[in-house]
Nanobody
């Protein structure tokens, strides 16, 4: 079992930045993939970006490239999502999810992920 806990959400003005963290514990393994998703009220949960923990390869949703950046801290089993130039439409609950890398065939497919965090709310005011 892997436990994921997100943190770092909050209320920010448009144009501001936040850094979200996803701390992993339990049966963590360096050969895992971690994805970030978000879900706005009344909308489907959508893929934001992901990282392969062992090699550090990153993937991003095309619409979010350039504003969001994913990084990792191996020593603390934590993956970060840096959100820059935030817009009101970025308001959502942000989730991290994880699975062994071999299981993540499609980064955007939620069913490829075995473990999910509880989410952290990001609210961007105009």
């Amino acid at each position: 079992q892997v436990q994921l806990v997100e943190s770092g959400g909050g209320l920010v003005q448009a144009g501001g930045s936040l850094r979200l963290a996803c701390a992993a514990s339990g049966r963590t393994c360096s050969r895992y993939a971690v994805g970030w998703f978000r879900q706005a009220p009344g909308k489907e949960r959508e893929f934001v970006g992901g990282i392969r923990w062992d090699v550090g390869t990153r993937y991003y949703a095309d619409s979010l490239k350039g504003r969001f950046t994913i990084s990792r801290d191996n020593a603390n089993n934590t993956v970060y999502l840096q959100l820059n130039t935030l817009k009101p439409e970025d308001t959502a609950v942000y989730y991290c999810a994880s699975s062994p890398s071999w299981k993540v065939r499609d980064w955007a497919r939620r069913t490829d992920y075995d473990y999910w965090g509880q989410g952290t709310q990001v609210t961007v005011s105009s």
